[in-house]
Nanobody
Framework: QLQLAESGGGLVQPGGSLRLSCAAS????????IGWFRQAPGKEREAVSC????????NFADSVKGRFSVYRDDAENTVYLQMNMLMPKNTAVYYC????????????????????WGRGTEVAVSK
């Protein structure tokens, strides 16, 4: 059964870091573009980042460039989102999702391009 499960969220102070995990089952993360999205309270879901397949290329929203990184561990069948220098406006539920096998079909990152979603993990950035 195809599943994505996020973990690693929590409460962190401004300027802190968190690493989110997206563990996949039922398919190999190395064969698909995996995206990260977030939805803040009262706001629409927005794209954060994605990582490609064999070449591992990445893409980031302008708001997180230089602070967030994304990488994949094929042995663990898991994609990670490393978030540094977190700010209160980064508070949201973070989701991972599976895109296409092709990079060109997965970017620009839009929710409509991703068809399997995890349930999300909550991130709260506050003093």
């Amino acid at each position: 059964q195809l599943q994505l499960a996020e973990s690693g969220g929590g409460l962190v102070q401004p300027g802190g870091s968190l690493r989110l995990s997206c563990a996949a089952s039922g398919f190999n993360v190395g064969n698909y573009v995996i995206g990260w999205f977030r939805q803040a309270p009262g706001k629409e879901r927005e794209a954060v980042s994605c990582i490609g397949t064999t070449d591992g290329r990445t893409n980031f929203a302008d708001s997180v460039k230089g602070r967030f990184s994304v990488y994949r561990d094929d042995a663990e069948n898991t994609v990670y989102l490393q978030m540094n220098m977190l700010m209160p406006k980064n508070t949201a539920v973070y989701y991972c999702a599976r895109g296409s096998t092709y990079w060109r079909d997965s970017v620009p990152i839009r929710s409509s391009r991703y068809h399997y979603w995890g349930r999300g993990t909550e991130v709260a950035v506050s003093k």
